[in-house]
């Protein structure tokens, strides 16, 4: 019964925990909202909800095929950086992102650190597909809760 017990434990744990990016086919309806892009509970929700949230809200807000250049300014109105991602790096961990946008705050002694990242269809400026990545690092913490 006690392993029984253990066994669920681990996987209601697993269930309940978050991968760390992923990229995601754009869902939107081609019509951008006006609002600012939601970054999410930021305040009084986990990393993990966090996350997930950003990641949904970015998939809903930007549709496939839609003009990168489109995209970036929008972004940009929700005050992220954004810039041409660095050139790829020769170790084939894959398609790299043509477009990279950043948003940081900080807050209550925390970096909050927003990302998206715009992948083109083979070259045509056209979103293909997004990735929306989110970290916290409070303290003496570095990138992604490590030591400093």
Do not use: K
Request: hydrophobic share 40%.
């Amino acid at each position: 019964m006690l392993r029984s017990a253990a066994l669920a434990l681990v996987l209601a744990v697993t269930a309940c925990s978050t991968p760390v990016g992923g990229v995601s086919a754009p869902s939107g309806t081609g019509q951008i909202p006006s609002t600012p892009l939601d970054l999410g509970n930021w305040r009084a929700s986990s990393e993990g909800a966090t996350l997930n949230a950003f990641r949904r809200g970015v998939s809903a807000r930007y549709a496939q095929g839609a003009a990168i250049n489109t995209v970036t300014a929008d972004l940009r109105r929700s005050q992220f950086n954004c810039g041409a991602a660095p050139p790829a790096l020769a170790d084939n961990r894959g398609v790299p992102p043509v477009q990279v946008c950043r948003r940081i705050i900080r807050a209550a002694g925390c970096t909050h650190t927003w990302q998206v990242h715009l992948f083109d269809r083979m070259g045509d400026r056209r979103l293909a597909s997004t990735r929306g990545l989110y970290d916290r690092s409070c303290g003496d913490e570095g990138l992604l809760g490590g030591p400093g």
